[in-house]
């Protein structure tokens, strides 16, 4: 017998008005049945967050089969509080002995009122991006992430290419192999194409950090909280969601993701602080902090991105800095472009998905620490000021002067702590984001 839900308005004045509070549930004990009710002045994010939190906290007295009532209820809200339902069935648990998968991992949701289709394919591609992120760093090797990339691929009908070590070496991405020399891994990069739109339709390259473990190189890290460095690649798994969702949408847009690949670790080979090494893009870096890596791997990522697709618009995503969290928190995350456009249309793609962006100020001004006597460039300023700012105006030397370039760094935003795990857990931010913004550029050009 499949559990029935019940979602009411938070205006609801008829049955169970007493008895469930705006943006509460309660089962009915007499039945696999469950009253919700949104909260004042529901939006698609909180409604999504009543249905995550029921799911969670019901979890095996759920079935596997849900069927949802919700008459007097915004069909929006409605789907959105599916979705909730469907991310509230993820944990990180799955390598516990007391496991037990929820019952809506693989499960059915009906909704005799709509069609969730699309809500629950976002879900079901952030959680399995939360689960990818939340993986400790030995089960997420480079060579794991291009194995992910490549069966998603298979599965969903877009192109994937990955350059092996020496591939990378022969197209010049010096940055990815020089943060690569003290790991027993070799470096990848994953290039990922989805062709939903037409020939001369705009190209949009999004690039994701890809670091699975982030030691800090010779500048080590401190030791507290080192081991959630393993979420270093959340970046990289934006990427590789935007792209899956997109194929399984087959959303009308031509995308590819770019993800370079590697850990960060000390061994007698690790680049050093005062090293100077090359990039994709011809210009020489002066290492002045092993822990400023993301922004290296990047580099070469957006260069190669405009070599080889010159895309319309250039995106990159990364947990880079902790200037970015001491500015914004666990709130939002923060972006930068001298392109007040693209900053406003994803300002508006962050308020209609519930992943919010502020941007910081892109000014030149900023540039003046990373001047270097040896190098083009510094790879870090060495002052504990503006460091999110530094890390944009760093990478702006690897894009070509590209006129539509955008940075965030989801480093506050792509890991959590919250109600759904007992330590800080992935949160698959940067999917809807970055899909609520493609289907209103779709939209536009309509």
Request: net charge negative.
């Amino acid at each position: 017998m499949p559990t029935t839900i019940t979602l009411l308005p938070a205006a609801h004045e008829g049955a169970y008005a007493d008895s469930v509070l705006p943006g509460k549930y309660l089962r009915d004990p007499t039945a696999a049945h469950y009253i919700a009710r949104l909260p004042e002045d529901a939006a698609p994010a909180s409604s999504q967050n009543l249905g995550r939190t029921l799911s969670y906290e019901a979890g095996q007295q759920l079935e596997t089969e849900v069927t949802i009532e919700a008459p007097d209820v915004d069909p929006n809200l409605t789907t959105a509080f599916i979705g909730g339902l469907k991310l509230g069935s993820y944990s990180a648990g799955s390598q516990r002995e007391d496991y037990k998968p929820h019952p809506l991992l693989h499960g059915t949701i009906n909704w005799a009122g709509g069609d969730a289709g699309a809500e629950l394919v976002v879900a079901d591609v952030q959680t399995r991006i939360m689960a990818l992120v939340d993986a400790p760093a030995n089960q997420k090797r480079p060579q794991d992430l291009a194995r992910w990339a490549t069966e998603s691929g298979s599965t969903y009908g877009y192109s994937v290419k990955v350059l092996d070590k020496e591939a990378c070496r022969e197209e010049g991405l010096h940055a990815l192999l020089a943060v690569n020399r003290g790991s027993e891994d070799p470096a990848v990069l994953i290039v990922m194409e989805y062709r939903g739109g037409a020939t001369d339709d705009d190209t949009t390259a999004i690039i994701g950090k890809g670091v699975t473990f982030d030691t800090g190189g010779v500048s080590i890290k401190g030791s507290q909280n080192l081991h959630l460095m393993k979420s270093d690649m959340g970046g990289a798994a934006a990427v590789f969601g935007t792209m899956e969702a997109a194929a399984r949408l087959q959303l009308p847009v031509n995308l590819v993701g770019i993800v370079p690949a590697t850990d960060n670790s000390v061994d007698a080979l690790s680049i050093k602080p005062s090293d100077v090494i090359r990039s994709h893009a011809g210009k020489t870096i002066e290492i002045i902090d092993t822990d400023a890596e993301g922004r290296l791997i990047m580099a070469d990522g957006l260069s190669y991105a405009v070599k080889y697709y010159q895309p319309t618009t250039l995106i990159d995503v990364a947990t880079l800095t902790g200037s970015a969290v001491r500015t914004f928190g666990y709130v939002c995350a923060a972006t930068l472009s001298k392109n007040e456009e693209l900053v406003e249309q994803f300002r508006r793609a962050g308020e209609a998905s519930g992943e919010r962006v502020w941007p910081l100020p892109p000014w030149d001004d900023f540039a003046k620490g990373l001047a270097s006597d040896v190098a083009d460039v510094k790879n870090f300023s060495g002052t504990p000021l503006h460091g999110a700012t530094d890390a944009f105006k760093f990478l702006e030397h690897f894009t070509h002067d590209h006129g539509r370039y955008i940075h965030f760094d989801i480093a506050g935003v792509g890991l959590k702590q919250g109600p759904y795990a007992k330590d800080r857990q992935a949160t698959g931010f940067g999917v809807r984001l970055f899909l609520a913004w493609l289907q209103q550029q779709t939209a536009d050009t309509v």
